[in-house]
């Protein structure tokens, strides 16, 4: 498996799609933080999600997860998936973007790229043990995020 980024800036400044689910019931989010790695000897990504969101049940009942990139000129759209709730709207048709079964999970034919991630590991990031400036511009008066490693399993182009 290759995949080559600009890893400091691809989550953060380009963005991407985290999608957890089946065919029949699947949700996605834009997310801009994660990471990209190795543990337990295994090419892993990272991210992160707030408990309140309508995806961590969506990480939480599946195996799978896909991380998925996107041209440019989906940047727009990707705002939208990453401020409507899918509890509230239907996400698929407000975005335009074409599901496609990807391995256990879904992604988009839209996507530049695709990572197929079986989950590893999950914990919550506890404010405790972070910096007191960090706890408070993030998290006062709003959900906490757990952390989820998975292990990329495919690379999809």
Same mark, same amino acid.
Request: charged share 25%; aromatic share 10%.
């Given at each position: ?36 790695? %190795?543990?337990?000897? @295994? ?8 408990? $309140?969101?309508?995806?961590? *049940?969506?990480?939480? +009942? ?12 989906c ?38 790229? %695709?990572?197929?991630c @079986? ?8 404010? $405790?043990?972070m910096?007191? *400036?960090?706890?408070? +511009? ?20």
């Amino acid at each position: 498996m290759e995949f080559t980024t600009d890893i400091l800036s691809v989550f953060d400044k380009k963005w991407a799609l985290l999608t957890a689910g089946k065919e029949d019931s699947f949700n996605t989010m834009t997310i801009s933080w994660g990471g990209l790695g %190795t543990i337990w000897n @295994k090419p892993v990504a990272t991210v992160y999600v707030r408990t $309140s969101r309508y995806t961590h *049940d969506f990480m939480d +009942a599946n195996e799978f997860f896909t991380v998925s990139f996107y041209p440019e000129e989906c940047k727009k759209t990707l705002g939208v998936l990453g401020s409507k709730s899918g509890r509230d709207i239907d996400k698929m048709k407000e975005s335009g973007l074409t599901p496609v079964k990807t391995g256990e999970s879904m992604s988009f034919k839209e996507a530049e790229v %695709t990572l197929v991630c @079986k989950k590893l590991f999950k914990q919550k990031l506890e404010e $405790s043990n972070m910096p007191a *400036d960090i706890a408070k +511009a993030m998290y006062e008066g709003q959900a906490s995020h757990d952390m989820y490693i998975g292990e990329i399993v495919e690379i999809i182009r």
